[in-house]
């Protein structure tokens, strides 16, 4: 797409501008020592998603979402940290490189022939999945909010195949976003079924993943987009913003998927609590706001149901990081987080703040029982070329001065909270972040101490990681 730099897209410009460039190569490896000492306990794997290629052959990304995805890991030991990546070998990424551009993607136009949507109105979906990796049995999954997941070998970050579910519940684009019920050992998820009436289908599944069961549906009516949801004890909860679709519309159409959702600015939010026992749903009013990225949730004391989650005002966010955007304009990733708090029997929720940093990427310490977390995490991230930036942030809750850490010249994204072993006390353990570095082809695994946000030690390698979405901490096996 044209714009102001002469013949150079918007797409590929960001191909050489921080924090978005990747390694040259497609995939490699690279050793680094550490510089400090690392916490004897911290021994295993960080996977990491991250969007890294904006154009392929005549395909361009339109959307930061639609890049196609990289993978890697770092795996850390006593003597240095090992740097994997390899670029997702998705049937989206061999299509767009063969020319044929005709899956579905976040942001980003197909473009199908009059014959084939008449054969398919609706148009496959994409199986890039460059969100999020979380782990499946002995392997890992990547996900995207598609039908699609891609198994991926630990080692060598290769996609073995696409997960198949052997259950009863047929295909659906779910989120890529799972939470992890800790007590129960299962991960819980959330799909959009659009045969017949459209429903969120909340479903829960061993860590093998081989089936499904559901938990309950909630029918919405129009169907609203959502990214991540809240999970409690007892309820699931649902946000469904007032950014709702016909899934009609998306029928012989070539428009991004997002683009077919419309933000009705008068409306609120509806707020789905679902009972996992009995799958019934109760609906309370929360702000019209929008949310990628729910922070916290559970039950205290006095039966009150409390989400914590990262609010924008508006939807302009998503259009924010269009590639045209992206490559011209300043941009923060830093939303406000707050607490939504229902009561027994109220038909609203109750809006409480939470401290006065923004930021995006949270991360709690989930060994502390619910009601009594106060602790959070997050990356406070400023894109803007080579003076692109970030914070990593701690924040009590419950009041108290905000910590931060930064270092000059490095973007660094997600925190993930690594407990150390055996802790008893919320925040005893450490940040793991991986940070690009604006102006040099290099990059950093950080290690933090969560707690007093000083920096314990860090692995540079000689690569260019892009700035990545998601992905988690796997201990070594001795160590679960
Ligand atoms: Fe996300």
Redesign the pocket.
């Known amino acids: 797409m044209a714009d102001g730099h002469g013949s150079i897209s918007s797409a590929g410009l960001l191909a050489n501008r921080a924090p978005f460039r990747a390694p040259s190569e497609a995939s490699g490896e690279r050793r680094a020592v550490w510089e400090g000492s690392l916490p004897p306990w911290l021994r295993g794997a960080v996977f990491r998603t991250a969007p890294a290629r904006f154009t392929a052959g005549s395909w361009e990304s339109d959307h930061w979402f639609d890049a196609l995805g990289l993978l890697f890991s770092f795996s850390i030991e006593p003597s240095g940290a090992t740097l994997r990546w390899r670029e997702l070998n998705s049937a989206f990424a061999r299509e767009v490189r063969e020319g044929r551009f005709d899956r579905a993607s976040f942001g980003t136009r197909m473009r199908r022939g009059f014959f084939e949507k008449l054969r398919s109105p609706a148009p496959a979906q994409t199986d890039n999945a460059n969100?999020?990796i979380v782990p499946r049995g002995e392997a890992l999954v990547a996900l995207t909010e598609s039908v699609h997941e891609l198994v991926v070998d630990p080692e060598t970050l290769s996609v073995l195949r696409e997960h198949e579910w052997h259950d009863e519940l047929g295909a659906m684009a779910s989120l890529?976003?799972p939470e992890f019920d800790r007590a129960k050992g299962r991960w819980v998820n959330v799909g959009t079924a659009l045969n017949g009436r459209p429903a969120l289908v909340v479903f829960e599944h061993d860590v093998d993943g081989r089936a499904r069961r559901e938990v309950g549906r909630w029918h919405p009516g129009r169907v609203p987009y959502t990214?991540?949801f809240g999970l409690t004890e007892r309820f699931v909860l649902l946000i469904g913003h007032p950014l709702t679709a016909n899934p009609l519309t998306m029928l012989f159409s070539d428009r991004g998927f997002i683009e077919h959702f419309e933000w009705d600015r008068s409306a609120p939010t509806r707020l789905a609590v679902m009972d996992r026992s009995t799958g019934a749903v109760r609906e309370v009013s929360a702000p019209g706001v929008f949310v990628?990225?729910t922070i916290d949730a559970f039950e205290d004391e006095d039966g009150h149901v409390v989400l914590d989650v990262l609010t924008y005002p508006d939807t302009s966010i998503i259009e924010t990081l269009r590639t045209d955007s992206l490559a011209r304009a300043t941009i923060d990733l830093s939303a406000k987080p707050e607490r939504w708090r229902i009561a027994p029997g109220a038909s609203s929720v109750l809006v409480e703040p939470l401290g006065t940093e923004r930021f995006e990427f949270p991360s709690v310490d989930r060994r502390t029982d619910g009601p009594r977390r106060s602790l959070m995490w997050g990356a406070n991230v400023t894109l803007d070329g080579s003076n692109s930036r970030s914070r990593l942030v701690a924040v009590d809750r419950r009041g108290g001065a905000a910590k931060s850490f930064a270092q000059e010249g490095m973007v660094y994204g997600e925190p993930l909270f690594v407990g150390r072993p055996g802790a008893t006390e919320e925040g005893d353990g450490v940040l793991l972040s991986v940070g690009s570095h604006t102006r040099e082809s290099r990059s950093t695994l950080a290690v933090v101490d969560a707690r007093s946000m000083e920096l314990v030690a860090s692995a540079s390698v000689d690569v260019s990681l892009p700035l990545g979405?998601?992905g988690g901490f796997s201990r070594e096996r001795a160590e679960r």
């Open positions: 969100v999020n890529a976003h990214h991540s990628f990225h979405f998601h």
